[in-house]
């Protein structure tokens, strides 16, 4: 796969996860945050279940069982970062929720060079400000005093980037994007569900109120948006993959004023431009440079 296609996939991935954002907050006008987020992973999993079956078998060997404690830390990321956006979720809006979710998009570079020693390639760094500026415009260049949910939303982001960083780790390294997927939604299921169990009371009626939201974030949110960002970042680098990703915001926004009444101002759509812009930076920029660097040689 070009990278151009898997960039493609990763904002497909954005998308989807923008309209989730509006699914995510009006679930919870049924369910508790911990069984929504139960509920949809037992559906991604299913999803993902036969074509993860069909990887093991077509597999030239095993997974060690060191690619496998990485994949759970991936599903242990993303639980995280999804408990804490979702439950913010009850006190945030869903602009704010996809502004803050964004700034996923400062972190992973700055996790990269931390923790991997590894230096994104030059025009990342200016073109994850220029995201981040835009998802800043896009939210209103403004906001209110910050509530527990906002809170809640930026270690979300935290987690977010770790997930990120993590995928073009194990995902790269062992070749089953499948795989993966269903380790992590297996695991989400599992500690959500168990979650709702202590926490939140569990009734048959409010979950047939909340079953198109569910349903949705099952299926397209988790099982089709995660299993794309594994996919996609195997033939594209982390930093890359968030500016991509984080045109969730974008969506978010979008589908916020569309279907929850939620208004954007005007210079929101400078941000929009200024989230494209990143995009094409860092998808054309170190293309041209190789290409440059190539003619200069011959």
């Known amino acids: 796969m070009s990278r151009v296609k898997a960039n493609l996939l990763l ?5 989807v996860w923008g309209m989730g954002f509006v699914a995510q907050s009006t ?6 945050p911990m069984l929504f987020i139960g509920l949809r992973f037992v559906l991604a999993a299913l999803v993902v279940l036969p074509f993860a079956l069909r990887e093991s078998r077509q597999a030239s060997h095993a997974l060690s069982t060191a690619d496998l404690t990485g994949f759970l830390w991936i599903g242990l990321a993303l639980f995280t970062g999804m408990t804490a956006q979702q439950v913010g979720l009850l006190t945030t809006t869903v602009t704010n929720s996809g502004f803050l979710t964004g700034l996923y998009v400062v972190f992973v570079p700055f996790l990269l060079v931390i923790f991997l020693r590894q ?8 073109a994850a400000l220029m995201a981040f500026a835009g998802i800043w415009l896009l939210s209103g260049g403004t906001l209110a005093a910050l509530n527990v949910g906002d809170a809640l939303t930026i270690v979300c982001a935290l987690f977010w980037a770790s997930q990120v960083v993590l995928i073009g780790v194990y995902g790269t390294r062992t070749g089953r994007p499948l795989t993966l997927s269903l380790v992590q939604f297996t695991l989400c299921a599992v500690l959500g569900l168990g ?5 939140e009371p569990i009734r048959w009626e409010p979950i047939q109120q909340a079953l198109p939201e569910i349903l949705y974030a099952g299926i397209f949110a988790s099982g089709l948006a995660f299993t794309l960002q594994v996919i996609a970042q195997r033939y594209t680098s982390s930093a890359q993959a968030a500016i991509f990703l984080s045109s969730e915001a974008l969506f978010a926004a979008m589908f916020g004023a569309l279907l929850l009444g939620e208004t954007v101002p ?6 929009c431009l200024l989230i494209f812009a990143a995009m094409l930076a860092v998808e054309l920029i170190p293309q041209f440079l190789e ?8």
């Open 11 to 15: 904002l497909i991935a954005g998308a």
């Open 195 to 199: 979650a709702a169990l202590v926490f």
């Open 119 to 126: 230096k994104p390639h030059p025009v990342v760094w200016p």
């Open 27 to 32: 679930a919870m006008d049924a369910v508790g």
């Open 266 to 271: 005007g210079f929101g759509y400078l941000g």
């Open 291 to 298: 290409k440059r660097a190539q003619t200069i040689k011959v």
